[in-house]
């Protein structure tokens, strides 16, 4: 019995100490979402980098409405300079719950799904700053290639209060 309690426990103070290490972030979304005026291309300002966007620049992503109320996501860019080869992903992506708007998800593989979290925009819809449910994953997008300065650090600062860490992005050269 004494075993059983001692393993017991040491697996909780294993699980709680992983947890305790893992950087804790705010992942809260925006409340209002207009789907229609959100969609369109965006341009990656910055990101955290991550395999599947591995050396990719000029990065763009675009979305459409589908009939079924999905939405179509085409992610696209160029392996290592503006001139390089195109690749191109496509997936789709879901408001699960409209009473969240801002908590997409989003699967370029079959069904396995991905949360898509929409933490910032504003009331243009020129920029925005995305993560997921992890601190893992960060994009600061625009609608267009280029974005000032003072807008791009009011968006790194913004990730930063959420917990980010900030210093892992990557400004993704455009076009």
């Not at 989003?106 to 601190?135: C, K, R, W």
Request: with cysteine.
């Amino acid at each position: 019995m004494k075993t059983k309690t001692l393993i017991l426990l040491s697996l909780s103070l294993m699980i709680f100490s992983c947890r305790s290490n893992k950087q804790m972030i705010d992942t809260t979304t925006v409340s209002e979402l207009n789907v229609e005026r959100y969609m369109g291309t965006w341009y990656e300002i910055a990101r955290f980098q991550h395999s599947f966007e591995k050396d990719l620049v000029g990065v763009t992503a675009t979305y459409s409405l589908r009939d079924d109320g999905k939405i179509d996501v085409v992610n696209a860019g160029y392996k290592h300079t503006l001139d390089g080869e195109y690749k191109e992903a496509n997936g789709k992506a879901k408001i699960p719950n409209p009473e969240e708007p801002g908590k997409l998800k989003v699967a370029f593989f079959l069904f396995f799904y991905a949360a898509y979290n929409i933490m910032e925009l504003d009331d243009d819809y020129q920029h925005v700053l995305i993560g997921s449910s992890t601190p893992d994953y960060l994009w600061i997008l625009s609608r267009t290639p280029q974005l000032d300065e003072a807008t791009y650090q009011q968006l790194v600062d913004e990730a930063k209060s959420r917990g980010y860490d900030t210093s892992k992005l990557y400004r993704v050269p455009q076009k």
